[in-house]
T-cell receptor, first 113, second 112 residues
Framework: AQSVTQLDSQVPVFEEAPVELRCNYSSSVSVYLFWYVQYPNQGLQLLLKYLSGSTLVKGINGFEAEFNKSQTSFHMRKPSVHISDTAEYFCAVSDQRNTPLVFGKGTRLSVIA | GAVVSQHPSWVICKSGTSVKIECRSLDFQATTMFWYRQFPKQSLMLMATSNEGSKATYEQGVEKDKFLINHASLTLSTLTVTSAHPEDSSFYIC????????FGPGTRLTVT
């Protein structure tokens, strides 16, 4: 079964600084990878996804992620964060198109003014 | 784009009562829907897979007699929490896979 490890439970960062949120997944022949953001008391919002093709994926809100098959990673970056980026971020994986996503435990990003 | 709705968005009920949560695919048909549960400050955990016209498949540790899932049509799956207790208080989220990965907005259940 697939599993996801988000290496950092909390990441504090100053406003306008860059940030990287780390995600590793258990290896599989094929994987589909996702990053979601969740603001307090709200549902999930898809930031970006990797299904196939280019390993560098650009998403919304200035986020991008890179699929690295050899390191089984899908780390996400943003070059300059804003206060409004403070939220919980979840990495998720599935190994087939019609199977449920498996989520990591989440990373709490706190942007400090 | 594909949209999944949930109703209600939040509900408060008394201990011992049952609560039904609806998950609808608004502009596409969903033969498979997934139900997740998220406790405060935790991640989403898959509860069950709901298949149209057949019995749901539950994850290990999820009581199928307590969390009743019905997927009677291609656009509607329901989750009924029977005899709810305070420990069932959680955020319940459904998703459908037919149009990529689409999540509903979630239902916050508080059992008093």
């Amino acid at each position: 079964a697939q599993s996801v490890t988000q290496l950092d439970s909390q990441v504090p960062v100053f406003e306008e600084a860059p940030v990287e949120l780390r995600c590793n997944y258990s290896s599989s022949v094929s994987v589909y990878l996702f990053w979601y953001v969740q603001y307090p008391n709200q549902g999930l919002q898809l930031l970006l996804k990797y299904l196939s093709g280019s390993t560098l994926v650009k998403g919304i809100n200035g986020f991008e992620a890179e699929f690295n098959k050899s390191q089984t990673s899908f780390h996400m970056r943003k070059p300059s964060v804003h206060i409004s980026d403070t939220a919980e971020y979840f990495c998720a994986v599935s190994d087939q198109r019609n199977t449920p996503l498996v989520f990591g435990k989440g990373t709490r990003l706190s942007v400090i003014a | 784009g594909a949209v999944v709705s949930q109703h209600p968005s939040w509900v408060i009920c008394k201990s011992g009562t049952s609560v039904k949560i609806e998950c609808r695919s608004l502009d596409f048909q969903a033969t498979t829907m997934f139900w997740y549960r998220q406790f405060p400050k935790q991640s989403l955990m898959l509860m069950a897979t709901s298949n149209e016209g057949s019995k749901a498949t539950y994850e290990q540790g999820v009581e199928k007699d307590k969390f009743l899932i019905n997927h009677a049509s291609l656009t509607l799956s329901t989750l009924t929490v029977t005899s709810a207790h305070p420990e069932d208080s959680s955020f319940y989220i459904c998703s459908a896979r037919e149009a990529g990965v689409v999540f509903g907005p979630g239902t916050r259940l508080t059992v008093t």
